[in-house]
């Protein structure tokens, strides 16, 4: 016999709690199974082993009516419900999800003749959403981990500024980002957990603000234009001298690579987002950084 499956569909991406209130019999088996994708026949996740994500729940039930809420948090869209073993009926009677998010009300427009284009910018500001935490973080679906790395930095900042107008979050983030510096003027990628799972930290909640990490030394960059950026837009010149002398670090950093005015080979693991091409020598996408 076929154990019973619902998949419910929250509409969009969340980050936060679920919550369950059912009735059942004493030690019936019910599993719950998040994912932001719906794959075969209403299986609403996909193993991941690469990711550490936490893809399901298991709940022993006692006998009668009882409400389940998970103290941790989960990300998704989708969430699949499955009983097992049961002795009698369960009855579902309530699932509701408790959304953790950033106090910031979405405040930017776009809407055009082109429907995809958008739903892009609905999509767009649905994972701003997920990336706005007491800092700005990365990869809503997986680690949670706030990066300095040029395109997760300043790319993730410019979004929080077009769908939500918030300066506040992008200062703290900027904050947390020039903590992350070394003494010699480089950083550390990211602020979070050092756990390792097949070679790339795959965490998902941040542990420590220490990570010893050294990948991305062609993006520091990122930092630099993002304090630019913020500057441009609300002329904050406080918050340009606080950030002046780790932006001079860098710089001096970058000064003892370079070669006819290129950067050439850069220590450490030199990384653009899984770019395909090479990034030895003096290559384009550094040099263009280091240039702006």
């Known amino acids: 016999v076929r154990s019973p499956v619902i998949v419910l569909d929250f ?8 919550e369950m209130t059912l009735t059942a019999p004493a030690g019936a088996v019910v599993d719950l199974f998040y994912g932001n994708e719906l ?21 022993i039930t006692r006998a009668g009516r ?7 948090t989960r990300q998704f869209r989708y969430l699949q419900i499955v009983v097992r073993a049961a002795t009698a009926p369960v009855t579902l009677e309530r699932v509701e999800f408790i959304s953790l998010e950033y106090p910031a009300e979405a405040c930017g427009a776009f809407a055009c003749a082109d429907p995809v284009l958008t739903r892009v910018w609905e999509a767009g ?17 997986r680690e949670r981990r706030q990066y300095m790395a040029a395109q997760e930095l300043r790319g993730g900042l410019r979004a929080i500024y077009a769908a ?19 003494p010699d003027g480089s950083f550390d ?8 799972a ?5 965490l998902p909640y941040s542990l420590n603000s220490y990570s010893g990490f050294s990948l991305g030394t062609n993006q520091y960059w990122g930092y630099p234009l993002a304090v630019w950026d913020h500057y441009m837009r609300f002329g904050d010149h406080a918050l340009l001298a606080q950030h002046y002398p780790a932006i001079e670090r860098l710089r001096e950093f970058y000064e003892c690579f370079v070669n006819d005015g290129l950067l050439l080979n850069l220590p ?11 990034l030895r020598g003096a290559n384009l996408c550094a040099n263009a950084g280091y240039a702006a």
């Open 164 to 182: 939500y107008g918030d300066h506040a979050l992008v200062e703290e983030t900027l904050r947390t980002t020039k903590r992350l510096q070394r």
């Open 268 to 278: 450490g693991m030199n990384f653009m987002d899984w770019a395909s091409h090479s």
């Open 66 to 72: 009882q409400t389940w809420q998970l103290s941790d």
């Open 198 to 202: 097949r070679g790339f930290p795959r």
């Open 11 to 18: 509409g969009r991406p969340l980050f936060g709690c679920p």
């Open 189 to 196: 990628i990211y602020s979070g957990s050092t756990g390792q």
């Open 125 to 141: 500001v649905n994972t701003v959403c997920l990336h706005m935490e007491d800092t700005h973080v990365c990869d809503a679906t």
């Open 39 to 59: 794959f075969g026949e209403g299986a609403a996740a996909r193993p991941a082993p690469d990711t550490a994500m936490h893809l399901g729940d298991r709940l």
